[in-house]
């Protein structure tokens, strides 16, 4: 069975390849990934008709970020680019609070 016949493997290799996409995006003042930071929570694929989006869901390391808006349009780029698709990036309310690694 191929992967284009099986809609959770081939959204899992979509997220996969959107996720290590997202490495490469750093934040400019801590200079770690959005991954490695724990910013993005989720990936989400959302289907209207024949047409297909993704959506990033994530969080800012503080609700006034002065970066945020670069941060998102960066995310938004690199994730497009990786799944070839169109890509909404929202920023959900909650608090970050830094990896145990971190602190």
Not at 25 to 45: A, K, N, Q, Y
Not at 54 to 74: D, N, R, S
């Amino acid at each position: 069975m191929s992967a284009d016949n099986n809609p959770i493997v081939s959204e899992a290799e979509k997220q996969e390849k959107i996720l290590n996409a997202l490495q490469a995006v750093l934040d400019p003042e801590i200079g770690l990934s959005v991954i490695d930071l724990d910013l993005i929570r989720e990936v989400v694929f959302n289907k209207d008709g024949d047409e297909e989006e993704a959506e990033v869901k994530m969080v800012l390391t503080t609700p006034f970020c002065p970066y945020g808006p670069m941060l998102i349009g960066q995310i938004q780029t690199v994730a497009e680019t990786a799944s070839e698709m169109p890509v909404k990036v929202t920023v959900l309310p909650d608090k970050w609070e830094a990896p145990p690694w971190l602190r």
